[in-house]
């Protein structure tokens, strides 16, 4: 028997590619319960698999499309850039996990004579093919169709068809895409009827110009075109011009559908207008710019891998619409033919890449490289002839990607011709051979802002082996740019999205972004206590091995959306809103469409509590422009008189309204945080949200920005004496000593609060620590952050009090210093307790000591990820009320989707679940925060005037302990932090260093708090 897996060609006995499409000739889904045999090498169950009349009852049953691994056989495997295998091209080992499928079916009554092919959506990795006993041919390219004619070998009843399908073949070498290794028939089976001299092929053009359209269908065989809305109807081969069309965009999807009708078939046709274009250094779609405002998609579901049925599609895509992404690379191959056709209909831009990915070749060194090597080819130049003429009818589909991270050679060459000769109307876009040569567009992965920056300014450095000012640099720099992968959403992140989108809107020649990626790539598993979990890399015992790097989405693997989706929606939003000089300033950033589609409605809350609201008439404002409306006169009533102190403008700039106007004020001002927020929303229904849907929002703090908190309340001017801790309360421990300033109790040795009036608790602590996220752990030794604070012990702070001194009676200072074992870095520390007016005051000073810089064992230099005070509260504390940004997590980079307002959570609704614990759950720029829960007196922290506040069941520690999220587990605690704040969370993980603006300077810090217990809670 013939074994084709280690054949480097792509296929044999398939028919020639050719476009996908819907039809309304007879079409069998295959589709179901197959029978199946798993062996451990390429000759599976032997030459037996295609007998018709073999006994296969005894085999296993299979749901097809599947992937063999994720139901009950063998393992998933997953590496990011390591071959599973040897890397001797085309060969594999002996030891080649192999899976035989066979299906007996027959053609239901009625199936028409005449010609019939068998279709394979996806077979990964080297499909044979066997149809009554007869090879038909195999093929490679998982994520790409073939087909088998079958004419005169299918029969009316009795067909037995048999799959054999490698887990590894040669094909693999061209498919190391950073994913699970996934194995099997995982898209649709299906046989067509096909009509005697019908249609089998045939190309769609379609383009739009000054408000005209231009339509060109060809066809393998003669046929009629019809587009009833356009009243056409002309004969394939005839270009027709259409005076007035609308142009089809992401934002507009606009679609006219039509047939093609040839020998009793009918084809659906759905036609798009549009033109794609480099002119001038830019991308032009329909004659204007587009910024792709985009992500990375991988097809994933934790159940089914990368077989997803047409639900999981739609909901993806609304996920996308809903959250402003208005494009889609289709990292790294081309997707189910299902999801263009929901791009085509939802409106989406598509970067559609071709199936080839080698990237395993950097451990040889690139030698042997396939684009490099003559035998690999046919086998390239197959992979990419399928996309496009699958893909090549989809106005959805903008631009074909020849690949990912394959290095360089003569190949490209050869694919950059062949797509140029049969479609010369998208451009292309690869971005890992430096000379760009077969690319029109300059692109990279996670450039630092700096680096964005120059490459919009056009100023970039020559890629190495690039000669400076030669053909291929100064072309380059004369090329758009696509940002083709940014942002790593690993974990807790990616920080910086805001600053990464406003350069991308600088600069002309940016046409936009994908952020790696969509979704996290956990696949389902279940734990010794039948606990639900999502498993990644490292939780199989295989090696080599790309442990949680799987887990880089906005999406969780259960498509909940991450804090990260938030923010990216927040930096992302089509419309820009703020407020200046008694003005909303609106400005449309859509590329082709009005904001006719858009309602805008505000509200005002003074401390987070609603005054006013209504709807604000927004005049019509076309694509990339704005317009500026006066402030509603309910709004304007509600500010502050201007304050003499800051030169009688309020905290938005400019006059103010009512003064302008020349009138007296109608309504006292309330006192108070008034804040307004606008919000644009879509005004009707659409087929990916309901009306009312907010598309964007601005915020503007219309009263002064002068603190109302007043200053810390110092002690008495006359020196400080030293205090003798008194004895302990009756009821203390045997030796205790305590202090007490006011209704506060203090342990008389370390300082800690004890009590608050009728509360027991404990601290504060210095705090420095933070379970690492994803982005502080780095990609292996680079931006290794976490490894360097556990070096000098930033997880294993201990605390000591020097002392106690007691100024007045109404005031407590503990001095003391907090460092590592082992190392003599850390800080001195003074805590200043004042009690006033029935609140304790605290005033927190931290000055740093020893060798942060350049440490003596070691050489490190390490800044904190956090400098505040933690607190033990009681475990009855249930719920959470604050006033500052909300409702979700916010930190220092990763702010922008936090509104300020009022909140109110239970304590373990502010954890964010991540698949692997690490830091989540802070809220920054928090004006005052009370703790409640059944029977305990409510806790109010206000700061001055801000603080970052996490609160918990457990530690940092027991949280950077936890592999999952179920290790996580109630400590009979609640642990508040009160901190100075956290540094960022950058993309570090695979990505830029953090930029210092966010981390934490080892320096001297101080801020305040104000603590008080409310009685009767």
Avoid at 633 to 647: I, K, W
Avoid at 985 to 1010: D, F, I, N
Wanted: net charge negative.
């Amino acid at each position: 028997m013939v074994e084709f897996h280690e054949d480097p060609g792509p296929g044999s006995g398939r028919r020639a590619p050719r476009a996908d499409f819907v039809s309304d000739a007879p079409r069998l889904s295959l589709n179901g319960r197959w029978r199946f045999r798993l062996s451990g090498t390429a000759a599976g169950t032997g030459p037996s698999i295609s007998d018709p009349g073999l006994d296969d009852t005894g085999w296993d049953p299979i749901r097809v499309p599947s992937h063999w691994v994720l139901e009950g056989h063998d393992q998933p495997l997953y590496t990011n850039t390591a071959y599973p295998f040897p890397i001797d091209p085309p060969y594999l080992p002996d030891l080649n996990p192999t899976g035989d499928y066979r299906l007996r079916f027959d053609l239901p009554p009625g199936w028409p004579d005449g010609r019939a092919v068998l279709r394979f959506q996806g077979v990964d990795s080297c499909g044979t093919v066997w149809l009554n006993g007869e090879l038909l041919g195999h093929s490679k390219g998982s994520r790409l169709p073939f087909e088998f004619d079958v004419t005169g070998v299918v029969r009316p009843r009795g067909n037995v068809l048999a799959v054999r399908v490698q887990r590894w073949s040669s094909g693999s070498y061209l498919e190391d895409q950073d994913m699970w290794w996934l194995p099997g028939i995982f898209r649709d089976v299906e046989l067509l009827s096909r009509p005697e001299g019908g249609i089998d092929d045939f190309t769609v053009r379609a383009s739009y110009a000054s408000g005209s359209g231009t339509l060109l269908v060809t066809a393998d065989a003669p046929g009629l075109v019809e587009v009833p809305e356009l009243g056409l109807a002309v004969a394939t081969g005839q270009e027709v011009t259409i005076a007035r069309v609308e142009p089809w965009s992401a934002e507009h999807p606009r679609l006219y559908h039509g047939t093609l009708t040839a020998a009793g078939e009918t084809i659906e046709l759905a036609i798009g207008f549009r033109t794609v274009e480099i002119s001038g250094g830019r991308l032009l779609i329909n004659g204007a710019p587009v910024l792709f405002r985009g992500v990375n998609r991988h097809e994933h579901d934790p159940d089914r891998g990368r077989s997803l049925d047409r639900e999981t599609m739609i909901r993806d895509i609304e996920l996308m619409k809903r959250h402003n992404v208005n494009a889609v690379r289709t990292a790294h191959y081309p997707p189910h033919p299902e999801f263009l056709r929901l791009c085509d209909e939802y409106g989406l831009w598509v970067v559609d890449e071709c199936d080839i990915e080698t990237h395993g070749f950097i451990y040889s060194g690139w030698e042997g490289n396939p684009p490099a090597e003559p035998m690999w080819r046919e086998a390239l130049l197959d992979r990419t002839r399928r996309m496009v003429e699958r893909d090549k009818n989809h106005p959805s589909v903008v631009i074909w990607s020849l690949g990912n991270e394959s290095g360089s050679g003569p190949a490209f060459a050869d694919i950059e011709t062949w797509i140029r000769e049969r479609d010369p109307t998208r451009p292309l876009h690869y971005e890992r051979d430096p000379s760009y040569r077969h690319s029109d567009f300059y692109s990279l992965m996670y450039p630092s802002l700096d680096d964005l920056e120059r490459i919009g300014r056009r100023k970039e450095e020559t890629p190495s082996g690039v000669e400076p000012g030669s053909d291929d640099d100064v072309r380059r720099r004369g090329l758009p740019f696509l940002l083709c992968e940014y942002a790593h959403a690993m974990g807790n992140g990616p920080g910086s999205l805001v600053e990464y989108q406003a350069i991308l809107e600088s600069y002309e020649r940016f046409c936009g972004g994908f952020v790696w990626e969509w979704i996290d790539h956990g696949l389902a598993g279940v734990d010794a206590f039948g606990r639900r979990y999502y498993r990644h890399g490292g939780d199989i015992d295989h090696q080599p091995n790309g442990g949680r790097y799987c887990l880089d989405g906005l999406l969780f693997p259960d498509r909940t959306p991450s804090p990260g989706l938030g923010e990216l929606r927040k930096a992302i939003e089509p419309v820009s809103i703020s407020v200046e000089g008694g003005e909303v300033v609106v400005v449309n950033k859509h590329d082709a469409v009005s904001l006719a589609h858009l309602g805008f409605r505000w509200r005002v809350k003074v401390d987070g509590i609603r005054r006013a609201a209504g709807t604000l008439e927004v005049p019509d404002c076309p694509a990339r422009s704005e317009v500026r409306v006066p402030l509603p006169d309910a709004v304007t009533a509600m500010l502050p008189e201007p304050h003499p102190a800051s030169g009688g403008a309020p905290a938005y700039g400019g006059p103010h309204p009512a003064a302008s106007a020349g009138g007296e004020r109608q309504a006292v001002a309330a006192s108070g945080e008034v804040w307004l927020t606008v919000e644009a929303v879509l005004a009707g229904d659409t087929r990916w949200a309901p009306a009312g849907h907010v598309i964007a929002w601005g915020q503007a703090r219309l009263d002064s920005a002068t603190s109302r908190h007043p200053a810390f309340p110092r002690p008495a001017s006359h020196s400080p004496a030293s205090h003798r801790p008194r004895p302990a309360d009756a009821g203390g421990r045997a030796g205790e000593m305590r202090v007490r300033v006011g209704e506060a109790g203090f342990d008389g040795r370390t300082g800690r609060l004890t009590s608050l009036g009728a509360l027991e608790l404990d601290g504060p602590v210095l705090d420095v620590w933070r379970a690492p996220t994803e982005n502080d752990r780095g990609q292996g030794p680079r931006n290794a952050l976490a490894a360097d604070w556990e070096a000098v012990g930033l997880d294993r702070f201990l605390h000591r009090a020097d002392g106690l001194d007691r100024p007045d009676d109404h005031t407590l200072v503990v001095r003391g210093r907090s460092g590592p074992a082992t190392r003599a870095l850390g800080f001195r520390t003074t805590y200043t307790y004042r009690w006033q007016d029935g609140t304790l005051h605290l005033l927190v000073e931290a000055d740093p000591v020893g060798d942060w810089d350049d440490t003596a064992y070691g050489h490190l230099t390490v800044t904190p990820p956090r400098i505040g005070t933690r607190w033990s509260l009681p475990g009855g504390y249930t719920d959470v009320t604050w006033f500052g940004r909300g409702p979700g997590e916010s930190y220092a980079d990763s702010r922008a989707a936090a509104r300020v307002g009022r909140y109110a959570r239970s304590i373990d609704a502010l954890q964010t679940p991540y698949p692997v614990p690490q830091e989540n759950g802070n809220h920054v720029e928090t004006r005052w925060l009370e703790l409640s829960g059944p029977g305990l007196p409510t806790l109010r922290v206000d700061g001055e005037p801000h603080l970052d506040f996490t609160a918990r069941r457990w530690t940092s520690e027991a949280l950077q302990a936890a592999r999952r999220p179920h290790d996580l587990t109630d400590s009979g605690r609640v642990w508040l932090n009160l901190d100075h704040g956290q540094q960022g969370l950058g993309s570090a993980s695979c990505g830029p260093a953090l930029p210092g603006r966010y981390r934490l300077e080892v320096r001297r810090y101080s801020w305040s708090m104000t603590l008080t217990v409310v009685r009767g809670s």
